[in-house]
């Protein structure tokens, strides 16, 4: 292989891999606030029994 052409390959393989690791840590941030949305609405939502439950 010429070096010229593995530049380009190795070049090509770091961007994406660098494209894999930035989408992997937005999943995560995401996730993770995602997760703390949902605790937020439950804590400010009143616990009421339900209808079907009183039957």
């Known amino acids: 292989m010429k070096p010229k052409s593995a530049a380009v ?7 994406a891999q660098g494209l894999l690791g ?7 941030l995401l996730r993770d606030r ?3 949305d949902e605790v937020a609405i ?3 939502m009143p616990v009421k029994p339900s209808l ?3 039957r």
């Open 9 to 15: 390959v190795l070049s090509a393989l770091l961007y």
């Open 22 to 28: 930035f989408a992997g840590l937005a999943t995560v």
């Open 34 to 36: 995602a997760q703390a």
């Open 42 to 44: 439950a804590s400010i």
């Open 52 to 54: 079907l439950v009183m």
